[in-house]
Every structure is written in C-alpha cells, then in structure tokens.
C-alpha cells in the first residue's frame, strides 16, 4: 500500500504538469505566431515478482508474469506546428507564412533565432523588425520615403519612392526549414532557436524545397484551440482527482491495518 500511494503522486504529478502544458496554451490563445504543446506520458519501470514463462510446477509455465507498475513519468512536451488562422490586416508590413518555415531575426546578442510571428514594423533604419526590435536577418532595407511596400509571395520585396514610377527591388525574403521543427528550442516572445534535436537550418525562397509562401497584409494567429484545451483541462483535473482518491483509498486502508491487534 505505500507504493500505491507513492505510485499515485507520481500521477497528481504528471497531471500538474498537463494542467501546466494546458495553461499555458491558453494564455497565449491571443498571440500571434505562437504554436501549443502537448504533455506526452510514459509509464515507470516495473516491480516484477515473477516473470513471464517462469516454471510454476512438474513441466508447467505461467503464461503471464506478475509484475506492478510504479507509476509515471512525463516524458516530453511535444510542439504541434500545425497551421494557425490567418487573418487579414490591411498592413502591409504584416506578412504571413503559409505553410511551413520560419523567418530569421537577428538578436542584440548577434544570434539568430526564429519565428513565425510575422507582424512586422520599419525601425529607423528602414528594416523590418518585430514588435521587440529584432531585426530581420539579411541587407534588406526599405527607403523611409517609400509611398508603399509590396511583399511578393516567393518573398520579393519592392517599393515604391517618389520620382520613380516604377516599383524598386529591394531583396528577397528567405524561409528558414528544419528537419524536424518540433526540436527547436523556445525562448520566449514567439522565438526559437536551432538544437540538436532540429537539425541544420537550410535557407531557401518562400515556395520552394518545401516552405511555406507569403502573404502580404496577413498575420498568423496562435494555433490553440480553445474548445480542445477546456476539453483536456477538465480530463486532466479529473484523472488528478482521480490520484487523490487512490491516495486516499490506500491511506484508509493503512488506517484498518494499524488498528489491528
């Protein structure tokens, strides 16, 4: 009975940590670019009495094995990068990745970390920033004069100055893959960076070798779903309440024990 009740509280354990997980995609429900996670379990090692085949009489094998479980663990919180609404603006600095990639900022530190927030602005030097100041990685500068900018769905991007009636070139944003984007590393403000788990960056156009394309005047919204998160809040507050009443169940039965005599 005290390894049930130890068993249990690796259970209320783990659920906390769902309930963690859940919050946390809740409150972020409203912010843009962002990507859920998942609490994944796996079960503990096992106490084995007797295993399976072992010989119980003259020519006889026990068909299965007596073996106790001690409990769980939470083994990962996997990041689902599935496809957040997009949602119009009408800014034409707001840019949205459809499809999969990352765009690259550059940090003060002189790090490059990733993201799919595209809700861009025009610092003092004509580039595009995030709402935090980061930079985007690359030489592309837009002129402060420009009447408008035009952000082209293979990622070229042009303006249009005054004196000149014809668009000016001014680069080609990139997309930033990764063999398994789930591995990257969150920092925070809708940022990641590369590990071991992810993989190698490889760079390339919107729309090729597997990225997304761009759309102008678009923003990504978090892919949480509120109805599902509720759903998995109340199923995780529910198999916690359901630790407790084992953990209770035991404690009475040590109480019947130990007024024996």
């Known amino acids: ?21 859940t919050a946390n995609n809740i409150a972020n429900v409203s912010t843009a670019g962002f ?11 096992y106490q084995t009495s007797r295993p399976a085949g072992a010989p119980t009489g003259a020519g006889t094998n026990a068909p299965a094995g007596l073996e106790v479980g001690l409990g769980v663990r939470v083994a990962a919180t996997q990041r689902l990068l599935g496809q957040g609404e997009l949602r119009q603006t009408g800014n034409q600095l707001d840019v949205a990745i459809e499809g999969q990639g990352f765009f690259q900022v550059q940090l003060p530190s002189g790090d490059v970390a990733y993201t799919r927030n595209g809700a861009f602005q025009l610092d003092a030097e004509g580039r595009l920033v995030t709402s935090e100041g980061y930079p985007l990685a690359g030489e592309l500068a837009i002129p402060l004069e420009a009447q408008s900018v035009s952000i082209a769905p293979d990622g070229t991007v042009s303006a249009l ?21 789930a591995g990257l590393e969150p920092m925070g403000k809708t940022l990641f960076r590369e590990s071991g788990g992810s993989g190698a960056v490889v760079l390339g156009a919107p729309g090729e070798g597997g990225a997304g394309s761009l759309m102008q005047g678009t923003v990504e919204l978090s892919n949480v779903n509120v109805v599902e998160e509720m759903i998995d809040l109340i199923s995780g507050q529910r198999a916690y309440e359901v630790n407790t009443r084992v953990i209770k169940a035991a404690d009475e039965m040590l109480g019947q024990t130990a007024q024996l005599r």
């Open 1 to 21: 009975m005290f390894r049930s009740l130890a068993t249990a509280a690796t259970g209320m354990e783990a659920q906390q940590t769902k309930l963690d997980v």
């Open 35 to 45: 990507k859920k996670s998942r609490a994944e379990f796996a079960d503990l090692m």
């Open 161 to 181: 100055v005054p004196g000149d009636p014809q668009p000016q070139n001014l680069g080609q944003l990139q997309i930033a893959t990764f063999a398994n984007p």
